[in-house]
């Protein structure tokens, strides 16, 4: 999906390829093996009975997305990275892959990185490096994600 997402991005100018209809039977082109055939064929005749006059609207993308993640996505993906962000714990001296994972699994997770659940959870991966949480609140004590973010690096790396 990520790729074809990218070629229509790259050929979003292309005449045609703004069409909804199109890009769907273009992304059913491409959906292939044994347990999807059947999902392929069904999509196809849901596309096949639109109107591409008055049917061809942004609706038909989002419908067929819609479904794709139902039918393959994985459903676990955000209560298993919510999982992983609570054992998620920061290893000296290594902050830079700290925040990128943080932040990652955040929003897989579904979290805003701003709120105090988040703040808490960054904070929570510090626990077994407790000197350097013990600089990061110093005071002032930052009070926004970004300060925080900030102050560990220049923690750590001090």
Known sequence: MNELLGY??????????????????MALTLI?????DQWVQDM???????DPLNDNVP??????TDEFEKKFMDSTKTQRSRQQLEKLCFRFPD?????????DLANLSGYTVG????????????????????????PP???TYYAIKERAVSVTKS
Request: glycine share 6%.
């Open 141 to 143: 004590v930052p009070v």
């Open 44 to 50: 196809t005749t849901w596309l096949r009975g639109l």
């Open 95 to 103: 902050v830079d892959q700290y925040i990128a994972d943080f932040e």
């Open 32 to 36: 292939k093996g044994p347990r999807m």
């Open 8 to 25: 229509l991005l790259l050929n979003h100018s292309v005449p045609g390829f703004e069409s909804p209809i199109r890009q769907v039977a």
């Open 59 to 64: 609706r038909v993308w989002d419908y067929f």
């Open 115 to 138: 709120n105090d659940e988040t703040i808490n959870l960054f904070l929570k991966g510090f626990e077994n490096a407790r000197d350097i949480l013990a600089g990061i609140l110093a």
